[in-house]
């Protein structure tokens, strides 16, 4: 961009500040409910839920419960969520059945929203850490996260996903090989419109603390994950992952973290003009949900101003435990 302007005070950058018809006309983003996923916790049982404490008014649902969420949901105008299951370390193991049981919370928690909800966009998580005994994406052999029988399984997960009526997979794993494996599966077993939103660009991020509390996951943590998410330093590395994954036939990526990680989701759109998400994570929620509940910053003001960041940095949408109060706001 060759930005031309006469100089002061024929060009006075405020007049089109002065009034706030004048700032409608010339704002350059907008944020829509139809722009937001709301990311939802599953878990076993029946009329349950349960606060996760770190997360201020984010409940963990049995099914039912995730249905009537979704109902609510509908009515404020999203069409988007994503199932996260929730497992007590009793429901874990090291083989990792449960990932691709057709009837787990989370697969049942799909087919349910999806029967009551046939317009709305239900989107899964493949990944085995909610699973898995020790908590990682991956099967783990000797302390080392191993590659490809992992993805041998992500690729069941997903499938029985698909066959619950998922819309969009969400492979969360940072396996390498993962999308195009899963691609191909989908393929062959008749699901060819189902889309993969790909964690392409997804970092080794503390941000994601309270969401392990929300999954279950943070006591069953081994380790990090830092021989499969990303390191914090790197950008040049989320483009490879990008492209990697775009020309394994994923339909959409996503960067995450969300606010810290803006610069790479301006980078993404820019070099490949893909369908680009963003994920607001669990700490980044907290943090806004902590200093609002101090009284230290408006938490509405600043929930819509962070998610109008994300527009303004290329992303097509966003995956936010927002959603609802946004949508509540936009139509109130
Ligand atoms: N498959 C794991 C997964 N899927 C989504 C999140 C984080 C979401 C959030 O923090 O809100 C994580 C956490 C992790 O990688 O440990």
């Known amino acids: 961009m060759n930005p031309v302007q006469a100089p002061y005070p024929a060009t006075r950058l405020r007049r089109t500040r002065a009034t706030p018809a004048v700032r409608a006309l010339v704002r350059e983003n907008a944020l829509d409910p139809g722009d937001l996923i709301w990311p939802v916790f599953v878990r076993a049982g029946e009329g349950i839920e349960e606060p996760v404490p770190s997360m201020p008014g984010v409940m963990r649902r049995s099914v039912d419960k995730v249905v009537e969420a ?59 850490d909610t699973y898995n005994i020790n908590g990682h994406d991956g099967f783990v052999e000797d302390g080392i996260i191993v590659n490809d029988r992992t993805v041998e399984a992500l690729v069941k997960m997903a499938l029985a996903q698909a066959e619950n009526g998922c819309d969009i997979i969400g492979p969360s794993d940072m396996m390498d090989g993962r999308i195009g494996a899963i691609r191909t599966a989908l ?26 509390d929300a999954v279950g996951a943070s006591g069953a943590l081994t380790g990090d994950k830092n021989t499969y998410q990303m390191d914090p330093a790197n950008s040049d590395e989320a ?45 980044e929620f907290a943090m806004i949900k902590a200093a609002a509940q101090n009284g230290w910053i408006d938490e509405e003001k600043v929930m819509l101003e962070s998610l109008m960041a994300f527009k303004r940095a290329g992303c097509d949408g966003v995956l936010t435990y927002f959603a609802p109060a946004v949508a509540r706001l936009m139509n109130g």
């Not at 874990?92 to 087919?111: F, L, M, Q, S, V």
């Not at 393929?187 to 392990?212: C, N, T, W």
Request: charged share 20%; net charge neutral; with cysteine.
């Open 70 to 128: 979704a109902a609510e949901a509908h009515a404020l105008g999203l069409r988007a969520i994503c199932i996260f299951p929730y497992t007590g370390i009793e429901e874990r193991t090291e083989d990792c059945a449960g990932a691709w049981d057709p009837k787990n919370h989370a697969n049942r928690a799909i087919a349910a929203v999806k029967a009551k909800f046939p317009d709305m966009a239900v989107m899964s998580d493949v990944a085995l």
């Open 187 to 212: 393929e062959g077993a008749g699901h060819q419109d189902v889309m993969i939103l790909s964690y392409a660009a997804k970092y080794a991020s503390a941000f994601y603390g309270p969401f392990r």
């Open 239 to 283: 483009l490879r992952l990008v492209a990697r994954d775009l020309s394994e036939g994923a339909d959409m990526v996503m960067v995450k973290p969300g606010l810290p990680y803006l610069d790479i989701c301006r980078r993404v759109k820019d070099t490949f003009g893909a369908p680009t998400f963003a994920y607001q994570v669990s700490g």
